[in-house]
């Protein structure tokens, strides 16, 4: 029975993997960037509106062919949202309990979602909490924990398969420059950039791969001195979805050729830009990715070199109307994004930009 059940579990999710169509690539207006071209990979179309659905997609599959999910399994999942959004769409599928341990400062939006999936949240009150949370509800109710950031890097085939990666190839091959001078990512899991690098490696693409980071996050730290595994920091990250407070399992440095630390301001102001360029709105990791690519497209043109730029638009802004696109909320966070606005406007018009 049980071996019966996993078998229709997995036609379930390949059934549904075959109803979703693959995500847009939309090219970025730059008048002042002639020869250099950003794309956008909207990954907010996904059915839950999220670069995560992929994830919790091979966290599902790798889970039910281990043996780790049965017809009977809770699943559990440490998660400041979006993923814990997708894995409770992906239990509903498969008619399984699903509850996401979060810190208590997750978007209501998020929240909201996760019990529309018939997930169940539970709240921590801090984010480094997240991790024996979960492990101590998994054994107390003899459930999985799904562990994303120790698993994102393993569950997802990086050779080809329709990965992301793959996909950003097929969708360039009709562009101008259809082998991208740079693939912009952030990392939450690092499953992602562990995914693309080690693709671009396999293919034998000249591409190379660049992790913007956010404020508050260890990645960057780490990835400078890798003799600091160990390496931790206080508070959380306050970009959801990318940056974290220790180096998690799944971050994979050595594939790696370049980070950037992103301001938080700078992301915010960020989303502005993007939204004036593109007529839509996204989350705050989409504005570190933006700000990431906008830099180096701007070093490319002032060394008189074209190419093309590819980065993520992890998901939708309708999460965050009442933080990252309220002025209020950014008033009291101490933000002040006007600058960086009209600095990432004359970059984008002008072609000016200094890092720092």
């Known amino acids: 029975m049980t071996s019966a059940w996993i078998t229709e579990a997995v036609r379930r999710i390949e059934r549904d993997y075959q ?18 071209q950003i794309y956008l990979k909207d990954e907010s179309t996904h059915p839950t509106g999220s670069l ?3 994830l919790a997609r091979s966290l599902f599959l790798y889970g039910l062919c281990n043996g780790w999910i049965r017809e009977d399994t809770t699943i559990i999942e440490s998660s400041s949202g ?37 997930g ?4 921590v009150e801090r984010g480094d909490q997240v991790y024996a ?7 107390e109710c003899n459930g999985h924990y799904m562990d994303q950031f120790t698993y994102a890097e393993r569950a997802t085939d990086w050779r080809g398969n329709n990965n992301i990666a793959d996909s950003i190839f097929q969708q360039m091959r009709a562009e101008p420059h259809p082998v991208p001078r740079w693939i912009v ?43 600091r595994p160990d390496v931790t920091s206080e508070q959380p990250s306050r970009i959801e979805g990318i940056g974290r407070p220790r180096v998690e399992p799944s971050f994979v440095p050595g594939v790696i050729d370049r980070m950037l630390r992103v301001p938080d301001a700078a992301s915010y102001a960020a989303l502005r830009v993007l939204e004036q360029r593109v007529g839509k709105r996204f989350g705050g990791s989409t504005g570190t990715d933006f700000c990431g690519a906008l830099q180096l497209a701007c070093e490319l043109r002032a060394q008189g070199q074209a190419g093309s730029i590819v980065t993520l638009a992890c998901d939708g802004g ?3 109307l009442d933080t990252y696109y309220d002025d209020a909320w950014l008033q009291a966070q101490g933000h002040d994004i006007a600058p960086w606005v009209q600095r990432l406007q004359a970059a984008c018009g002008s072609g000016w930009w200094t890092a720092g």
């Open 318 to 320: 309708e999460r965050y």
């Open 19 to 36: 109803r979703s169509a693959d995500t847009h690539l939309i090219p970025i207006e730059l008048p002042a960037l002639a020869g250099v």
């Open 120 to 123: 169940r949240s539970h709240f």
């Open 52 to 54: 995560k659905h992929r």
């Open 82 to 118: 979006s993923t814990a959004v997708s894995e409770a769409y992906f239990a509903r599928l498969l008619g399984l309990p699903f509850v996401a341990v979060m810190p208590r400062s997750t978007s209501a939006a998020k929240v909201a979602q996760i019990a529309f999936y018939g």
């Open 133 to 139: 949370e979960a492990e101590r509800l998994a054994r």
């Open 185 to 227: 990512v952030g990392a939450g899991t690092g499953g992602t950039s562990a995914t693309i690098g080690r693709y671009l490696r396999y293919q034998g693409h000249a591409s190379q791969l660049c992790v913007v980071d956010p404020e508050r996050s260890v990645f960057f730290d780490y990835w400078h001195d890798r003799t």
